[in-house]
């Protein structure tokens, strides 16, 4: 899901777009911000915002955004 802004650009689209994919992408809504993932990342991620952002993205595509 952190990423999902660059797959759906570098992978054929449809599959990042079926009811699964959206049903996956919308859990972002129910983070929390704790920050533990932040907090834990090897590779020093900002993931709460990084979830943040490709979801923003996500959905403006969704809405028909072109990519
Ligand atoms: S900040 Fe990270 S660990 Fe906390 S709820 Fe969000 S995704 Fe999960």
């Known amino acids: 899901c952190a990423r999902m802004s660059l797959m759906i650009r570098r992978a054929p689209q449809a599959a990042q777009l079926t009811d699964k ?4 992408m919308k859990k972002i809504e129910d ?11 090897p590779y020093g991620l900002d993931t ?20």
């Not at 994919?21 to 996956?24: F, I, N, S």
Request: hydrophobic share 35%; charged share 30%.
């Open 21 to 24: 994919a959206q049903a996956m």
């Open 31 to 41: 983070c929390l911000h704790c920050g533990k993932c932040k907090a834990k990342c």
């Open 48 to 67: 709460p915002r990084l979830l943040e952002e490709n979801y923003q993205d996500y959905r403006e595509i969704l809405a028909g955004k072109m990519i």
